[in-house]
């Protein structure tokens, strides 16, 4: 039996012989190339791991970053918009990645563009000197509407005398008006006009298509219920009164007739749905002061006519000419996408009382005739004993009525989704707190002096000027 020492030394000149061989031999050098091969092949494949890790987190980044502006955009959104982009990668665990939110909000879009970024450690790219890979994420959604529907409710009210006021609104509605009606929005936002004072001239063409009690022809103003403020409609299942025809205010010498409580002239009247500068622009010039301060009666109209209630009186219109035919069906329905609604309620004072005859004093034709004659102070001074005076009259509103009304008026405007700017003009405290109250919020309310009326008016303008809308 062969030892261990005696093998050993019979193999070792074999296998030196073997090694020899080998090295002199070439079929070791694929070997190698092999071996080589197979770690590039190794060291590849890590370094596309690399990359899939990236691009799996690059698109779940992005996908929070995308569901984030999409939420934050929605114009019915009543959050923040930042804050609702954070709360998205808050619950994503991705809080730490946000870098930056920007928003951009106009009347009728709103743009919400994220940006976050994260850093991913590597496995294989740390050996070429890349320890980690930036994974960035850029989102940007915006939303707007096709449509602007905007009523602007002017105070031409008496005190619109003092200081130069009515020359600051002339001017500073009549740049609202060229600013916002564009030539590339002219045929997506319609204005209807309001002048209002102590009444609302409604005007012969729409009061004839609202059921009505009408008891004469001298002017066209419709009497509201109070329950008739909480609702941004126009009630028209039932007649409304007309407005009795007569001036009440007396200077205690003349038988002044040109202040009645439901205005007379022309340019005086509503304005519907227009898209014409000049026709806006002349009606605007040629408001003068007049009578007492009704704001929630102009506050009504104004939501009346955005209010899908109006849009049988308003195709009405457009089938006898007195509105432009693009604007057959509006208002739009609250709930359609494409359209927003708008007010600019615009005053310079309070809410002031408002007196009406008695009943028994104006229910016959020669009676309201009678009243078109005489300014009623006048005639109560000159023809009736003062202990009869209480019997011609009676107070249908208070100023603290008032207020409540245009409160109700303005709370039902914005359940209703309407954008409210108010501008409070040389405005005392109460007024202005009443004012802001009605605002959509308190950016949306501006208390100005002199010519920063027409600086409120270009600030809102430019709201609506931005948009350069798209179907």
Same mark, same amino acid.
């Given at each position: 039996?062969?030892?261990?020492?005696?093998?050993?030394?019979?193999?070792?000149?074999?296998?030196?012989?073997? =090694?020899?061989?080998?090295?002199?031999?070439?079929?070791?050098?694929?070997?190698?190339?092999?071996?080589?091969?197979?770690?590039?092949?190794?060291?590849?494949?890590?370094?596309?791991?690399?990359?899939?890790?990236?691009?799996? &987190?690059?698109?779940?980044?992005?996908?929070?970053?995308?569901?984030?502006?999409?939420?934050?955009?929605?114009?019915?959104?009543?959050?923040?918009?930042?804050?609702?982009?954070?709360?998205?990668?808050?619950?994503?665990?991705?809080?730490?990645?946000?870098?930056?939110?920007?928003?951009?909000?106009?009347?009728?879009?709103?743009?919400?563009?994220?940006?976050?970024?994260?850093?991913?450690?590597? /496995?294989?790219?740390?050996?070429?000197?890349?320890?980690?890979?930036?994974?960035?994420?850029?989102? /940007?959604? &915006?939303?707007?509407?096709?449509?602007?529907?905007? $009523?602007?409710?002017?105070?031409?009210?008496?005190?619109?005398?003092?200081?130069?006021?009515?020359?600051?609104?002339?001017?500073?509605?009549?740049?609202?008006?060229?600013?916002? =009606?564009?030539?590339?929005? /002219?045929?997506?936002?319609?204005?209807?006009?309001?002048?209002?004072?102590?009444?609302?001239?409604?005007?012969?063409?729409?009061?004839?298509?609202?059921?009505?009690?009408?008891?004469?022809?001298?002017?066209?103003?419709?009497?509201?219920?109070?329950?008739?403020?909480?609702?941004?409609?126009?009630?028209?299942?039932?007649?409304?009164?007309?407005?009795?025809?007569?001036?009440?205010?007396?200077?205690?010498?003349?038988?002044?007739?040109?202040?009645?409580?439901?205005?007379?002239?022309?340019?005086?009247?509503?304005?519907?749905?227009?898209?014409?500068?000049?026709?806006?622009?002349?009606?605007?010039?040629?408001?003068?002061?007049?009578?007492?301060?009704?704001?929630?009666?102009?506050?009504?109209?104004?939501?009346?006519? =955005?209010?899908? $209630?109006?849009?049988?009186?308003?195709?009405?219109?457009?089938?006898?000419?007195?509105?432009?035919?693009?604007?057959?069906?509006?208002?739009?329905?609250?709930?359609?996408?494409?359209?927003?609604?708008?007010?600019?309620?615009?005053?310079?004072?309070?809410?002031?009382?408002?007196?009406?005859?008695?009943? &028994?004093?104006?229910?016959?034709?020669?009676?309201?005739?009678?009243?078109?004659?005489?300014?009623?102070?006048? +005639? =109560?001074?000159?023809?009736?004993?003062?202990?009869?005076?209480?019997? +011609?009259?009676?107070?249908?509103?208070?100023?603290?009525?008032?207020?409540?009304?245009?409160?109700?008026?303005?709370?039902?405007?914005?359940?209703?989704?309407?954008?409210?700017?108010?501008?409070?003009?040389?405005?005392?405290?109460?007024?202005?707190?009443?004012?802001?109250?009605?605002?959509?919020?308190?950016?949306?309310?501006?208390?100005?002096?002199?010519?920063?009326?027409?600086?409120?008016?270009?600030?809102?303008?430019?709201?609506?000027?931005?948009?350069?809308?798209?179907?």
């Amino acid at each position: 039996m062969m030892t261990f020492n005696e093998a050993k030394a019979r193999l070792q000149p074999a296998l030196r012989r073997r =090694l020899v061989r080998f090295a002199r031999e070439e079929d070791g050098v694929f070997t190698i190339l092999a071996l080589f091969m197979i770690m590039m092949m190794v060291l590849v494949g890590g370094i596309q791991l690399d990359f899939m890790r990236h691009e799996m &987190e690059r698109s779940r980044l992005q996908a929070v970053a995308d569901r984030a502006v999409l939420a934050a955009a929605d114009l019915d959104q009543t959050l923040d918009p930042s804050a609702v982009v954070k709360d998205y990668f808050a619950k994503a665990g991705m809080i730490d990645y946000l870098s930056n939110v920007t928003v951009a909000n106009g009347l009728n879009f709103r743009t919400v563009t994220v940006d976050a970024s994260m850093e991913m450690p590597t /496995q294989f790219l740390g050996r070429f000197g890349y320890p980690t890979l930036s994974v960035p994420a850029r989102s /940007q959604a &915006e939303e707007r509407v096709a449509n602007v529907e905007i $009523s602007l409710v002017l105070d031409i009210s008496g005190s619109m005398a003092l200081n130069g006021r009515i020359s600051e609104l002339r001017k500073a509605a009549s740049v609202f008006v060229d600013t916002v =009606l564009t030539k590339e929005s /002219q045929d997506l936002i319609s204005v209807s006009v309001i002048p209002y004072s102590e009444q609302v001239n409604a005007g012969p063409e729409i009061m004839k298509r609202i059921p009505m009690n009408k008891s004469h022809d001298f002017s066209h103003c419709v009497e509201f219920d109070e329950t008739e403020f909480k609702s941004s409609a126009l009630d028209v299942s039932k007649p409304h009164e007309q407005a009795q025809h007569f001036q009440w205010n007396y200077d205690g010498r003349s038988n002044d007739r040109s202040s009645t409580v439901c205005p007379r002239a022309s340019y005086e009247r509503i304005t519907p749905l227009s898209q014409n500068n000049t026709v806006l622009k002349n009606q605007i010039n040629a408001l003068v002061p007049r009578a007492g301060t009704s704001i929630f009666l102009g506050m009504k109209w104004a939501t009346a006519m =955005l209010d899908p $209630s109006f849009r049988s009186i308003n195709d009405g219109l457009v089938t006898a000419g007195f509105v432009d035919s693009k604007f057959s069906g509006r208002p739009k329905a609250y709930d359609d996408p494409e359209t927003l609604k708008t007010i600019i309620l615009m005053t310079d004072g309070e809410n002031s009382i408002s007196n009406r005859i008695s009943a &028994e004093y104006y229910n016959t034709p020669s009676k309201v005739v009678h009243w078109s004659k005489y300014n009623f102070n006048y +005639y =109560l001074y000159n023809a009736v004993s003062y202990s009869d005076w209480y019997k +011609y009259s009676w107070r249908k509103y208070t100023p603290t009525l008032g207020d409540q009304l245009l409160n109700s008026i303005c709370t039902a405007a914005k359940q209703k989704n309407i954008v409210i700017w108010s501008i409070g003009f040389e405005v005392e405290d109460h007024g202005a707190n009443v004012m802001k109250s009605c605002a959509s919020s308190p950016s949306h309310f501006f208390r100005v002096e002199g010519i920063e009326l027409s600086e409120a008016f270009r600030a809102i303008a430019r709201q609506i000027n931005q948009l350069r809308l798209t179907q």
